[in-house]
T-cell receptor, first 112, second 112 residues
Framework: NAGVTQTPKFQVLKTGQSMTLQCAQD?????MSWYRQDPGMGLRLIHY???????DQGEVPNGYNVSRSTTEDFPLRLLSAAPSQTSVYFC???????????FGQGTRLTVV | DQQVKQNSPSLSVQEGRISILNCDYT??????FLWYKKYPAEGPTFLIS?????DKNEDGRFTVFLNKSAKHLSLHIVPSQPGDSAVYFC???????????FGAGTQVVVTP
């Protein structure tokens, strides 16, 4: 039972590069979201989706894009990486009406 | 504007004693509250939750208390065990939102 799978686990980018963080879930959950974790700031919501084709911004959306073409996948795109985007990124999914979210193992991103 | 606050960044407790973690929120629309536990290099895992229609929920060694008038919830762990050493995040949601608002986390260290 895979749950929520994130790839890659680690990534180093140069300033200005772009990349996509992958997230896939196999629980047929309607809701998916991306968070970033920074020291002393907890988990902050970047973008979220309540179903295929529907996305919305969270607290810290600038510099990130998302799309949701299938129920299973919710990729996060960094358009032009900046050192301020150095963080640990978590993807989560949950059923509609059930707020218990299941998290992936995280992607540790360093932008130099 | 942090709507969920955990004002204690760390807590040290002896094995066998009670751990009490506190969380305050400002948004009166929140109707569901959760606690997550996080070990280093892993994603957060769900621990326990409570609906706003209740004031207490218990699951084994873990009990969550909700005081709506004070906009305050707490997590009690009794008895504390070395495996409880982790970061604990408080989270809140409106069930229909499909997203969670997290506090900054409390690092719990259980000493022998």
């Amino acid at each position: 039972n895979a749950g929520v799978t994130q790839t890659p686990k680690f990534q180093v980018l140069k300033t200005g590069q772009s990349m996509t963080l992958q997230c896939a879930q196999d629980m047929n959950h309607e809701y998916m979201s991306w968070y970033r974790q920074d020291p002393g700031m907890g988990l902050r919501l970047i973008h979220y989706s309540v179903g295929a084709g529907i996305t919305d911004q969270g607290e810290v959306p600038n510099g990130y894009n998302v799309s949701r073409s299938t129920t299973e996948d919710f990729p996060l795109r960094l358009l032009s990486a900046a050192p301020s985007q150095t963080s640990v990124y978590f993807c989560a999914s949950s059923s509609a009406g059930l707020t218990e979210a299941f998290f992936g193992q995280g992607t540790r991103l360093t932008v130099v | 504007d942090q709507q969920v606050k955990q004002n204690s960044p760390s807590l040290s407790v002896q094995e066998g004693r009670i751990s009490i973690l506190n969380c305050d929120y400002t948004n009166s629309m929140f109707d569901y509250f959760l606690w997550y536990k996080k070990y280093p290099a892993e994603g957060p895992t769900f621990l326990i939750s409570i609906s706003s229609i209740k004031d207490k929920n218990e699951d084994g060694r873990f009990t969550v208390f909700l005081n709506k008038s004070a906009k305050h919830l707490s997590l009690h762990i009794v008895p504390s065990q070395p495996g409880d050493s982790a970061v604990y995040f408080c989270a809140a949601s409106v069930i229909s939102w499909g997203k969670l608002q997290f506090g900054a986390g409390t690092q719990v260290v259980v000493t022998p």
